[in-house]
C-alpha cells in the first residue's frame, strides 16, 4: 500500500510516556505522521510493566497496555542524563515539528534544559504540547497523578454508581483517553497558524480542565441552579424503562432505553405483553416513570431468560435503542467493529500478531492505517540515528560505547 | 480562496454545523478555536434544545443548560433542509464553508441530494464530517443507540459499578462527547492534508468505536491473556489483589491506591505522615520500594488497606490533598460540581468564564477553554438564540430581500 497519509510529512519527538502522553502521537502516526518515541533502557515507560501481557507472561515487549498507545512509532533508547543523550535530543527536535511530553511539570526545562524557551532557542518555531493532570502553572501543578485519580478530581466518580452505596468510580483512567485527541486538535490548529505565520507555540494542556468540559451540563446545573446533582444508578430523566437488564448466562446484561410511547409499544409487542400498553401504571410516559421500580422488575423477569444478543437484536429490529454490555471478548468478536476495521492485527517479534486500536474515524481519501507494531525498547536507535538523523556509522558506535543509548 | 490572517488560530475558516445533540462538541471544539462555526437549526430550533436541566427549572427552548453547555462560540440561523429552497440555501453556503459537520442517520443527507458525493461536485475543498452512532458503513449503521446502550456496547459499562449490581454509567452523558472530540481530531486531519493538497474529504465517525478507545485495554486483556476484566466497584484488579482505589474521609471521598515498585515511594511518603500523627499502625515496617502486588498474600494486603482507610476517615478532603501536595502522595479528592468551582488550581488558572446572556441578571459561570497557548487567549461566548443570525446571514451575506424572507419564513424554510 502507498496511497498518500494525511500527515507524511509531519515529525514527532515523544518524550512522553504511561498513556495520556504517547496517544497523542499515536493518533498522528495512524495518518502518517513519523514518530521517534524516547525512551531509557534503565528506566523505561512504566507501562511496559502494566498487564496484559502476551499470554499472562510479563517482559518488557509484552505488555498489551504499553503496545496499544505505541504502534506506528519508531522506538529509541536515549539516556537524558548523559550530556550526550541531550545533545542528541536536540538533533530529534531540530529534525521535527512538534514535540510532545507529560513529564511532571519543569523536569524538561530543570532536568534537561529542554523547556520550551530554551528549545526555541535553537528551533524557533517549535511546536511543544506538555500534557499534565492539572496544568504546567498554579499551587497545585506538582501533585503527580494518574488517570485513574484525576478521574475523581474531573468529577465523574460523584455521577456514577448509585446513592445507597459508596462510590464504585468509573474503572477506567477516562482522563487519559479523552485528552489526548484535544491534545492533537490544539496541534494541528498550531501547524495551521503556523503555516500561515511561520510562528510556532507552547501548549499547556491541563487533563483537569480538560474533564471537566466533558461534565459541563451538570456544573451549569450547579452555577445557574445551584444543584450538585448525584450518582443515580443508571436511570435517565426522559426514559423508561432506562438501565441495564440481566439475561441468561453468567454476568451477561443488556441495555435498553425507551424514550416515547411508540418504542414502549414497540418493546410490549416483542415482550408479547400489549396488556402492559393499556395498564395504567405504565400506559404514559409520567405513569412509566412513577411506577419505575416495578417497571425495571417486569422487564427483567423476562430478560433473564433470553441471551444478550438475541434480546439485542430483536429489539433493534423493532426499532429501540439496545445493546449487549459488552466484555472484552465481545468486542473483539463484534461484527460492526469487525466490518469497520476496529482492531488491527500486527505482527510483533516478540508477541506475535495482537489487536490494537485503530482510528474510530474513516477518512475517505486518506484513511488512517496501522503498519508497524509497539518498537521492543530501543528497536530503532540504530536506525534513528543513521537513517533519520544521518550519524555517519562511526559516531553512532562512538556514542553506543559512551552509554547515550542506554 | 483567499483566506485572513487573523487572531485565533481557525478563525479563517467557516464550519456548518447540522448536528443534533450526538454532534454538538466537534462544532464548540473548532468554533473555540475561532472557527466561524454556524449552527444550522430546523425552523422550530433544535432538538437539544428540549434537554434539560434548565435556566431557573423554566423548560423552555432557549434556557437549555444542555444546549447553552455545547453550542458557545456558534452563531444560529433556522434553515429546513427537507425544502427546496432549504437545500438551495445550504448548498449556497457550502460553496462558502470549509467544513460541515452533520449527526442524521446515514443516508438521511443523500436523500435531499446533500450527501458527500454532491456537496462535493458545488466545493471540492469541503471536509464533511458524519457523526452517528456506529458509522455510515456495517451490518448494525442503522441500529438506534442512547448513551447507556453506546456506553455498553463499547466496553465501558462492563468495567464500570460494583458487582452486585447491574453495570452502570456516568449519567452525565458522555458518549457524544467522545464521539464529537474525535469528529474534530478526525476534521483537523483532514484540513491539514488540505492545506497542501487542495482536497476535501469525507471523514466517517463511530461512536461506538469512540467509546471503545476508552475501555483501555480490555480489548487486549481478552486477545492476549483470554481474561475478562471484571467489574470491581472502587477497586482495581491487580495480580488476584482487590486494590482499593476509593475511600471514605472526614467529608467525602478520595482517590489513592496502595503503589510498591518505583512507585514505592509514593506510599512511603503517606506512611511517614501517619506515623507522624501515631496512626501507622504496623504500616512502617514494610518496605514498599520491594513490595509487589504478586507476591503479597491477600490477607497481609487486606489488612495494610484496613489501616489506611482507618486514616483517612480521620481527615479531611483538604487537609489530605495539602498533605499530599507537600508529601509527594498520589492521591485527589472525589470532586463534587461545587468542589470544582470552589478549586484552587482551577481559580489560579482563571479557569472558570463569567458568560452573560440576555435576559439573564447574572452571567453564567461556565468551565473555561480546553488549553493553553502561549499565542492565543481563548474565550468562552454565548451559544446563540435560534436563528440569532439569520439576518447577518441570509441578508447581508446572501443578499435576500426582506420580502424573500418574508416568504421563507411563511413557507417554513428558515
Known sequence: MDEKQALEDLKIADFSWYIAGPSI?????????????????????????????????????????????????????????HPKGVDVAKRIIKWADIVVENFTPGTMKRKWGLGYEEIKKFKPDIIMVSSSPLGQTGPEAQQAGFGLELVSRGGFTHFVGWPDQDVVGVGYPYTDTITPPIAVIAILAAL????????????????????????????????????????????HPYAAPHGVYRCAGEDRWCAISVFNDSEWEALCKVMGR????????????????????????????????????????????????????????????????????HFWYLKHPEMGICAYDGPPFKLSETPGRLTMPAPCLGEHTEYVCTKILGMSDEEFIELLTDGVFE | MAKQISYLPLSPYRVLDLTNEMGYFCGKILAELGADVIKIEPPEGDSGR???????????????????????????????????DGREILKRLVKKSDFLIESYPPGYMNKFGLGYEDLREINSRLIMVSITPFGQTGPRKDWKASDIVLIAMGGLSHITGSPDRPPARVCIDQAHLMGGAQAAMGAMIAHYYRQSTGRGQHVDVSIQESVVLSALTVPQAWDLERFIWPRVGGYLPRSGKRVRCLWPCKDGYVAWRIFGGGLGVKTRALVEWMESEGKAEDLSKVEWEKMDYLSVSPEEFDHWQEVFGRFFKTHTKEELCKEALSRGIVLFPVSTPKDLIEDNQLIYREYWKEVEYPGLEFPIKYPGPLFKSSEFSFEIRRAPLIGEHNLEIYEEELGFSKEELAILKHNRVI
Not at chain 1, 502521537?25 to 533502557?41: D, Y
Not at chain 1, 487533563?207 to 451538570?218: C, D, I, R, S, Y
Not at chain 1, 393499556?278 to 441471551?307: A, G, Q, V
Open chain 2, 50 to 84: 428540549n434537554i434539560g436541566p434548565f435556566i431557573n427549572d423554566i423548560p423552555k427552548k432557549e434556557g437549555s443548560l444542555f444546549f447553552l453547555a455545547y453550542n458557545t462560540n456558534k452563531r444560529s440561523i433556522t434553515l429546513n433542509i427537507e425544502t427546496s
Open chain 1, 192 to 235: 495551521d497558524y503556523r503555516q500561515r505565520t511561520g510562528k510556532g507555540q507552547y501548549i499547556d494542556l491541563s487533563q483537569h480542565e480538560v474533564a471537566v468540559q466533558h461534565l459541563t451540563p451538570a456544573i451549569l446545573e450547579f452555577t445557574v441552579n445551584g444543584r450538585e446533582g448525584q450518582r443515580c444508578g443508571n436511570r
Open chain 1, 25 to 81: 502521537s499515536m493518533w498522528l502516526a495512524h495518518h502518517g505522521a513519523q514518530v521517534i518515541r524516547i525512551e531509557s533502557i534503565t528506566k523505561p515507560d512504566e507501562l511496559r510493566g502494566i498487564e496484559p501481557f502476551k499470554d499472562g507472561i510479563a517482559g518488557i515487549n509484552r505488555s498489551g497496555c504499553y503496545a496499544n498507545y505505541n504502534s506506528n512509532k519508531y522506538g529509541m533508547a536515549l539516556n537524558l542524563n
Open chain 1, 274 to 341: 400489549n396488556d402492559l400498553v393499556i395498564d395504567p401504571r405504565f400506559s404514559t410516559f409520567l405513569s412509566r416513570k412513577r411506577n419505575e421500580e416495578e417497571l425495571d422488575r417486569i422487564i427483567e423477569n423476562w430478560t433473564m431468560n433470553l441471551m444478550a444478543e438475541e434480546l439485542m437484536n430483536r429489539l433493534q429490529e423493532a426499532g429501540i435503542s439496545a445493546g449487549v454490555v459488552q466484555n472484552g471478548k465481545d468486542l473483539i468478536e463484534d461484527p460492526q467493529l469487525e466490518h469497520r476495521h
